[in-house]
């Protein structure tokens, strides 16, 4: 089959954000291109809506976010095709405005809003970093999953974890976690627009051999007063490297600005990396990595605590954070709830979430008449089935406000259930194709969270279909506007 043409599609979203003039700078997670604009009010909202190919349009985290679905890919190609070479000829230093007087009211909304755009700032940073990187952990933990299931003995162990096979494959998906500083250094470069290799050294530094054969026995490489510096095991980490990377691109900015150009090709790296790789090291690391571990534990403990209020409340709202692009936020959390504890009670409360909208959706597709309706309906069930759930919210559960309700109300009954089981999972990937990432790797006997994620799920699903069925849709209702969004965080 001939690939599809976005070149057009993409002339359009270059139009309506505003043109290339207005484009500071654009990523793309999985299912929305997330450009940083210039002038937010520049672009027309209303005309990429009614788009062919464009689902829907946000403001969020201080984004810009047109939801494309699975092309997104595609897209961002075609958009970048056209928008790449201004973006390279752009000046990316900060414009200094004329400075005027202001009242002490003035200058205290100025502060919150300077606040706010920090914030905002810093949360796009974060899931810029991270969300170029999602679909390989993702994968990682259906192959983590799938060996625990060939290695469970109710299965009669087909595999066994001591087998050169299984130690194999065991390694093509550990490698996405154990190299995450690699990954997410170069990842993050890439969203501060600086080097990307540079990031990635930094990163193969903190999970070199020797350290993290240093870091697991927590070496002391010197004191101070009494005081032990120790080394750290920084594979399977996120923070440190986020960190690091934006160190990075404050010290190559300044060496830009005084040394001269013959000495930057060999200095400029060199120097980065001895200084940030030293801060991180001594200093950074240890305290991020740290508080970082202690909060994934934490949250952990808590959902685990709460049970099946926990479970509820997770279940019943956690699809809201999405229509506000906000859910990415919680991405690294559970992340590093799986990187260090090696499972996540949070996400398989998300999981029945991404269930529950999938339901609703194909009850619409299976209820609706309209050839349009059912063939978008049965694509973005299928998606959420997968783990992704913008295309049946921005595509139909929120333009019937019933709907999404309805796959509210079926994953909050099962994120109930979820706690109520005490069910965690042990990979990425959730929802339906996710079913493999409820095996523990270390215990495949203990099938205790795998069954919480059958009965939560099926109910998720059932609940949600009939609610929708019966109450959440009919053809004669009229498709609404997208749901007014509160403000952005910051730009």
């Not at 993702?138 to 799938?146: D, L, R, S, T, V």
């Not at 299984?166 to 993050?188: C, E, H, K, N, R």
């Not at 440190?240 to 060999?266: G, R, T």
């Not at 400029?268 to 690391?285: D, E, F, Q, S």
Request: aromatic share 10%.
């Amino acid at each position: 089959m001939a690939q599809k043409d976005y070149s057009q599609l993409a002339q359009i979203i270059v139009q309506n954000v505003g043109g290339s003039a207005n484009i500071k700078s654009l990523i793309h997670c999985i299912s929305r291109l997330r450009f940083t604009l210039v002038d937010e009010s520049k672009a027309q909202d209303d005309v990429l809506r009614q788009t062919a190919g464009v689902i829907d349009v946000l403001h969020a985290s201080g984004q810009y976010q047109v939801v494309i679905g699975s092309a997104v890919t595609q897209v961002y190609d075609a958009v970048m095709a056209i928008i790449g070479p201004d973006l390279m000829a752009k000046d990316q230093s900060a414009t200094i405005k004329e400075e005027t007087p202001e009242t002490p009211t003035a200058a205290k909304a100025s502060q919150q809003s300077a606040f706010s755009r920090a914030w905002g700032n810093l949360i796009g940073f974060i899931t810029g970093s991270m969300s170029p990187i999602v679909g390989v952990i993702a994968a990682a933990g259906i192959i983590k999953g799938i060996l625990a299931l060939l290695a469970m003995p109710q299965l009669g162990a087909i595999l066994k974890p001591t087998s050169v096979l299984y130690l194999t494959v065991s390694a093509m998906a550990d490698s996405a976690f154990y190299f995450l500083p690699v990954l997410v250094g170069f990842a993050a470069a890439k969203k501060l627009n600086s080097d990307p290799i540079v990031a990635a050294v930094i990163g193969g530094f903190l999970v070199y051999p020797q350290l993290v054969t240093w870091g697991t026995n927590f070496k002391t490489m010197f004191a101070v007063g009494g005081f032990p510096f120790q080394f750290l095991n920084y594979t399977y980490s996120i923070f440190p490297m986020i960190l690091a990377a934006w160190l990075a691109k404050l010290v190559e900015n300044w060496l830009a600005d005084h040394l001269p150009s013959y000495l930057q090709m060999i200095f400029k790296p060199l120097i980065t990396i001895l200084v940030v790789g030293t801060i991180t090291l001594i200093i950074t690391g240890p305290i991020i990595q740290g508080a970082a571990n202690g909060i994934a534990d934490l949250i952990n403990w808590l959902v685990q605590a709460s049970g099946w209020l926990g479970g509820l409340i997770i279940g019943g709202f956690y699809q809201v954070l999405v229509i506000f692009g906000l859910h990415w936020g919680v991405v690294p959390l559970i992340t590093q709830q799986i990187s260090g504890s090696g499972q996540s009670a949070l996400n398989a409360i998300v999981s029945t979430t991404m269930v529950g909208q999938g339901a609703a959706v194909l009850a619409v597709a299976c209820k609706t008449k309209r050839d349009d309706l059912k063939t978008l309906g049965f694509a973005a069930a299928i998606s959420a089935f997968c783990g992704v759930t913008e295309p049946a919210i921005y595509g139909i559960n929120l333009r019937y406000r019933r709907v999404f309700i309805s796959g509210l109300l079926g994953s909050a009954v099962g994120g109930l259930i979820t706690g109520l089981f005490r069910g965690s999972m042990f990979g990425f990937t959730g929802s339906l194709i996710g079913f493999s990432s409820f095996f523990s790797p270390k215990h495949p006997a203990d099938l205790t969270s795998f069954y919480a994620y059958l009965l939560a799920s099926a109910t998720a699903l059932i609940i949600s279909f009939l609610v929708t069925w019966f109450w959440g849709y009919n053809d004669q209702m009229v498709q609404g506007k997208k749901v007014e969004k509160k403000a952005r965080p910051g730009s």
